[in-house]
Structure formats: C-alpha cells, structure tokens
C-alpha cells in the first residue's frame, strides 16, 4: 500500500517527466532522451497505480494480460506502419484515447464509490460535471477522430460532405448537450449520461464530416487537443494530478498546432471547422483554363537544368506522400549533390495532411535535417536559386495568394517558387489543387511543367544525371 | 476558511496550461509529427484512471459492467502507450543530421 500523499507526489513525478518529453523536442538531439523520459512517466504512473489500488488477485491477472494484448497491438502497429500513413495513424491513436475517456467516465459514474465520488444516484456535483464533460469530449475526439482516420485513408471521401441547416443541426446538438448535462446534474439520471454520450458521439461526426481533406492538419490537431481536455476532464474527476497536468500540456500543444496550421492558410480557426473551402470555388475557376500557355518538358530537359544549376531548392507537398516519392527524391537529390548542386528542401507549415509530415517523411528517407528548412527559413532563397523542384505541392506556391484579393486563398503565406530562375513543376494534370484553383505558376515563362507521376518522373531525372 | 481541494486542482491545470504553451512554443516544426504521437502517448495516462476503475470495485464480482469498462479502457490505452511511444521512437531515430554521425 501506499499513502495518498506519496502516491501524489509520485503522479508529479509523472507529469514533470511529460513535460520533459515535450521539452526534448525542442531540438532533434534532445527529442529521444525526451521520449524515454515519457516512457519513464508512464511506467511511473501504471506502477503506482496498481499498488496504491493494492489488488493482486485475479483481477491484476487480467491487468497483466490486458496490457500485454494491448501493448502487442501498439508494437506491431508502431513497428508495421508506413511513414506515409503516419496522419492515419495519429488519427487513430486519438480515437482511442478519446474512448477510454468514454470509458472511464462511464465507470466512474456506475461505480463513482470507487473513486470517492459519492454512491451511484448521489454522485457529487463537481464530479459529475467534471465526468460528464470528460465523457462527452471523449466522445467527439472518438467519433471525429474515426472520420478524419476514414478520410486520410481513402475509405471515405476528401471531399467536404455538406448539407442545409447542417450548422444549424450542429447548434442544436450543442446546446442540448450543455442542458443535457444541466440536467443530469440535477437528477442523476443513468438515462441522461448515456444519452450525453451519444448525442457526443454523433456531433463528431457531424463537425469532421464537413472538413476537406487537405484542411485534414488543422482537424488532427485540433482532435490531438479534444483528447487533452478529454484526459483533464477525466483528470478533474479522478483528482488526479497526472491526468490534469498531461490533459492540460496535450490540450494546449493540439491547440498550438491548430493554430499555426491555420495561419499557414491565413484562415481563422472557424473557417476550418465550419468546412467546405474547394465546395464553393471551383467552378469559377475552371473556364479561363486552356488558354493560357504552357511550357511542358521531359525528364531531359529536368536533368540538364538542374545539372547547370548552383542551387535548387525542392519543394514538397502531399504528391510526394502519395507518390511515395521520398527515397527517389533523396537519390536524385544525391545525384545532384555529386554534380556539386547545393540543394536545400523547403516545408510550407501546411505541406502534407498533418504538421511536420514532409519532414518525417524526408528524415525517412535519411535527408539531414539540417537540409530542411521552414518557409521563414528559406523564402528569401528561392530569389538566388536556380532551380525549384516542386513535387507534389500546388497551392502553396500559388503566386495569386499575393496579388488577388479575390482569390480564396488571398493572404495566405506561400513559397516565393516563382522567383527562382526556373521552376520545375512536376505534376499529373493542370488540375487545380485542393483550393480548387488555377495556379498561375503553371503558365509563367520560367516554368517548365512535368506532367507524369512524382515518382517516376523524379527517378527518371535520376536515372540522368 | 478552508481552501476547496478543487482549487488546487484547477491551480495545477491552469499552470499546466501555460507550461504546455510555452514548451510547445519551442518545439521545432520539422519535429510536430513527432509532438503529435508523443502528446498521444502522454494522454493515454488516462489508463491510471481505467486501473482504478477494473481494479478497485472488484469486491463482489469482476466482471461488474463497471469493472468491464476499465478492462476495455485498459486495452485501449495500452494500445496507445506502446504503439503512441514506439512509433515516436521510430521516427526520431530518423532524424540524423548531415554525414558526420553515419549509421
């Protein structure tokens, strides 16, 4: 056994370690002594845990086995994944979290004498308000995070699903949701918690639905923060410290990251979540197509620019994922560099379906970091370089977000591509990207268009220099 | 005139707060990824809570419906423990820098 006050002490312990965890990832050489500080947290916490509850009968049995099971599970998972299916992932991980927050509350409120919390139909009133928000946050983090992992793998559409008075529909929930919870105070009725529940999971569903695909960084962060204050909540009922202060940092870090997500759009958080950006604008871009000009060239005409050149910068973005272009970027990037070609990567904040994804992917395929620049970075490079290499990303480098205060994604910070000496621009098609779009870089003088997939063509180039 | 324990509570999280937002703050962004799966595997401390829950109520009979809901949370969060940290750890050992530390 143990007593409360050292079992707090250590659930401190616990919670200075997250912190440290996080505090490692300030630099790529701290980042792994800083995972293993987490690791030690945990550990920390599930140990005295188990003592404090002092229970070493079959019911521990069960708990070994269950952590094995589950502990499997997250091994094989971890170690299987591909790093092009990390935004999947994270997504995933997040419904989980988000449903043992569900379940927990659940058990605190049939058995809340367990946790001090009063008996079954005389919960506390704090406790039950701190549990049933716990619950129902829990319950938008399961269910959004389920959609946004069915979006990101393909299983449903990218694209925005939207209806009438679905904003509307949204409120109401809302707000029944908060005299849900009014009211259960007041009665305690098994009835109304339940119901909190799955009113909360179908109003995760009903937020994600709306949300395009590539405003898929904004959802997994925002989602990341939700299982935060779904772990505070459940940290607030359970009196917790380790609970409260892990909710409050993972709340804050998802709220972080929505937020320089959002600035990376120039858009503001509810424009995200109130949805459908491509829905609206793309018809109106479509007839000035075929018109314009375009220069189009071949991977010998790639290879002998970039062969000539002193300096490229390769711009990458969600193609590159899709393609699975990164190790074949990464040879082509070496050939070059025996060329004696300096080359240096550029990463808009929103590149790739999650933050930081392009630069996991290119760490992958052993690009040094240091090679890896963010857009503050390097921007003012792009007008001393020769070459920018740009595959797999289209409406970050839309010179339009400069110049037309009509445009959609007037006002957003892109990727000066367009003031290097030339641009290589490997694409599919002229299609718009996922702004729905034209993107005057494809008709400039100093772009070359390459139309084939990202991979093959970059592996082509390759094959060349 | 007593202090309310929830205070306390609340005095934690509010600082936890602002600890979170100026660790985050410095954060590298070519290591955000990375910061999503490690918050993910922090948060699935919640498994304290689904221990206490399976464990503590098991007086009567283990598989009380209430007890079975932290078997499950405990699955869950496993899950996540393990998977959320070996796959940050995976990532990070990928970051290298420029050729001096060869593999």
Redesign the interface.
């Known amino acids: 056994m143990i007593s409360a006050n050292l079992l707090a002490v250590f659930?401190l312990i616990?919670?200075i370690l997250?912190?440290l965890?996080?505090?490692g990832?300030?630099?790529?050489e701290t980042?792994?002594q800083?995972?293993l500080f987490?690791?030690v947290?945990?550990a920390i916490?599930?140990i005295v845990?188990?003592i404090s509850?002092g229970?070493f009968?079959?019911?521990?049995l069960?708990?070994i086995i269950?952590?094995l099971?589950?502990?499997?599970?997250?091994?094989f998972?971890?170690?299987k994944?591909p790093?092009t299916a990390?935004p999947e992932?994270?997504a995933g991980?997040?419904s989980?979290?988000g449903?043992?927050?569900v379940?927990?509350a659940?058990?605190?409120f049939?058995?809340p004498?367990?946790?001090n919390l009063g008996s079954p139909g005389n919960i506390k009133i704090?406790s039950l308000i701190e549990m049933s928000l716990g619950a129902s946050i829990g319950a938008i983090t399961f269910t959004g995070s389920i959609i946004a992992f069915l979006k990101l793998r393909g299983i449903m559409s990218g694209s925005p699903i939207t209806f009438s008075g679905q904003h509307l529909l949204n409120l109401i929930l809302g707000i029944s949701l908060v005299g849900l919870i009014f009211f259960l105070c007041k009665t305690q009725s098994n009835n109304l918690f339940w119901t909190v529940v799955v009113i909360s999971f179908l109003v995760g569903i009903l937020i994600i639905i709306p949300i395009g695909g590539a405003d898929m960084p904004v959802v997994?962060?925002m989602l990341?923060s939700y299982?935060?204050w779904a772990?505070?909540g459940?940290?607030?009922?359970?009196?917790?410290?380790?609970?409260?202060?892990?909710?409050?940092?993972?709340?804050?870090?998802?709220a972080?990251?929505s937020y320089?997500m959002c600035k990376g759009m120039n858009r503001s958080f509810f424009n995200v979540i109130l949805g459908g950006w491509g829905a609206t604008d793309q018809s109106s871009s479509k007839d000035s197509k075929e018109q314009k000009p375009v220069k189009s060239g071949n991977a010998d005409d790639a290879a002998f620019l970039m062969k000539n050149a002193s300096s490229v910068i390769i711009v990458p973005g969600y193609g590159m994922a899709v393609a699975q272009a990164q190790h074949a970027l990464r040879e082509m990037v070496d050939a070059l560099k025996k060329n004696g070609v300096k080359v240096s990567y550029a990463?808009h904040?929103v590149a790739g379906r999650?933050?930081?994804?392009m630069?996991?992917l290119l760490?992958?395929a052993?690009v040094?970091?240091?090679?890896?620049f963010?857009l503050e970075e390097i921007n003012n490079d792009f007008a001393n370089c020769d070459v920018a290499y740009v595959i797999g990303a289209n409406d970050v480098t839309n010179p339009i977000a400069k110049t037309d205060p009509q445009s959609p994604i007037y006002g957003m910070p892109i990727l000066d591509v367009e003031k290097s000496k030339s641009v290589l621009f490997v694409k599919r098609s002229l299609s718009p990207g996922y702004a729905g779009i034209d993107n005057d870089l494809f008709y400039r003088d100093n772009t070359l268009m390459l139309f084939a997939d990202a991979k093959k063509m970059t592996e082509d180039i390759s094959k060349l220099l | 005139m007593e202090i309310d324990?929830?205070i306390f509570?609340l005095s934690?999280?509010?600082l936890?707060?602002f600890?979170?937002?100026y660790?985050?703050?410095?954060?590298?962004?070519?290591?955000?990824?990375?910061?999503?799966?490690?918050?993910?595997?922090?948060?699935?401390?919640?498994?304290?809570?689904?221990?206490?829950?399976?464990?503590?109520?098991?007086n009567s009979n283990?598989f009380?419906?209430?007890?079975i809901?932290?078997?499950?949370?405990?699955?869950?969060?496993?899950?996540?423990?393990?998977?959320?940290?070996?796959?940050?750890?995976?990532?990070?050992?990928?970051?290298?820098?420029?050729?001096k530390d060869k593999k």
């Open positions: 659930y616990s919670g997250f912190i965890a996080l505090r990832l300030s630099s790529p980042s792994r800083g995972n987490g690791i947290g945990m916490a599930i845990t188990i509850v229970n009968s079959t019911g521990f069960y708990l269950l952590l099971i589950g502990g499997s599970i997250g091994a998972i971890a170690f994944i790093m990390m992932l994270v991980f997040h989980l979290v449903l043992a927050a379940f927990v659940i058990s605190a049939l058995n004498e367990v946790f704090a997994i962060s990341n299982s935060g772990a505070a459940i940290g607030f009922t359970l009196e917790n410290t380790a609970l409260i202060i892990t909710g409050a940092l993972v709340g804050s870090s998802g972080i990251l320089i990463i904040p999650m933050p930081g994804h630069n996991v760490a992958e052993n040094p970091y240091d090679e890896v963010e | 324990p929830f509570r934690i999280f509010i936890s707060i600890i979170g937002y660790v985050v703050w410095s954060v590298t962004p070519s290591l955000h990824t990375p910061l999503m799966s490690v918050t993910n595997a922090i948060s699935s401390v919640i498994i304290v809570g689904a221990i206490i829950a399976a464990l503590a109520g098991e283990v009380d419906t209430a007890n809901f932290g078997y499950l949370a405990i699955i869950l969060a496993a899950v996540n423990i393990f998977g959320g940290f070996l796959v940050t750890q995976r990532m990070l050992a990928m970051y290298k820098k420029k050729k």
